[in-house]
């Protein structure tokens, strides 16, 4: 079974750029995949950040963004902020109707 | 303002079964696809299910045969049945709406209701 990999955990200091990478076990990641991000920080729901690759979502600052970088989808934050310190996690279409979770990555901010 | 309320979590015991709701407001709720995602205490986010516009239904491996979602467009909501519920189902459920009609990615999320399956 294909797994969705992401970094369990990533560091960036204030103001600096930090990418983080969804990718498969299995294959390479394209725009069929139709990655999305989401922010989380504990006992909050979910916030959806990208979609469809590089669809912000409404509210979303443009220090977020998304792409696909070589056969991974990525989420890319600028001008890092304590704020920006939570859990992201990416989702990819699998064909099929069916959607799987990478295993999230903690971000700090320090 | 999309909003998602969810309910119909508890304590079941191993074997049981359980219905979770989510009432839709704040959009036309018949054109846009629909999903649940859990998530059990201390980990990820898991895909469950989702059911789009004409219906068709969509199940993670994990509760196929087990879960049936569907909807009822004349009252806003959304449904979740869980049958032979497992000690491995014990999650904070989430309903989300999605982008599209036929698309079943999570977009705007609820706040959850908790399911925790235990003797």
């Known amino acids: 079974q294909t797994v969705v990999t992401q970094e369990p955990s990533f560091s960036v200091s204030p103001g600096g750029t930090v990418t983080l990478t969804c990718g498969l076990s299995?294959?390479?990641?394209?725009?069929?995949?139709?990655p999305a991000w989401y922010q989380q920080t504990p006992g909050q729901a979910p916030r959806t950040l990208i979609y469809t690759t590089n669809i912000r979502s409404s509210g979303v600052p443009d220090r977020f963004s998304g792409s696909i970088l070589g056969n991974k989808a990525a989420l890319t934050i600028t001008g890092a902020q304590a704020g920006d310190e939570s859990d992201y996690y990416c989702v990819l279409y699998m064909g099929d109707g069916i959607w799987v979770f990478g295993g999230g990555t903690k971000l700090t901010v320090l | 303002e999309v909003q998602l309320l969810e309910s119909g979590g508890g304590l079941v015991q191993p074997g049981g079964t359980l219905r979770l709701s989510c009432a839709a407001s704040g959009f036309t709720f018949s054109s846009y696809g629909m999903s649940w995602v859990r998530q059990a205490p201390g980990k990820g986010l898991e895909w469950v299910s989702g059911?789009?516009?004409?219906?068709?239904?969509y199940y993670a491996d994990s509760v196929k045969g087990r879960f049936t979602i569907s909807r009822d467009n004349s009252k806003n909501t959304l449904f979740l049945q869980m049958n032979s519920l497992r000690a491995e189902d014990t999650a904070l459920y989430y309903c989300?709406?999605?982008?599209?009609?036929?698309?079943?990615?999570?977009?705007?999320w609820g706040q959850g209701t908790l399911v925790t399956v235990s003797s």
């Open positions: 059911i789009i516009t004409d219906s068709s239904t």
């Open positions: 299995s294959g390479s990641v394209s725009s069929s995949s139709h």
């Open positions: 989300a709406k999605t982008p599209a009609g036929r698309s079943m990615l999570p977009l705007d």
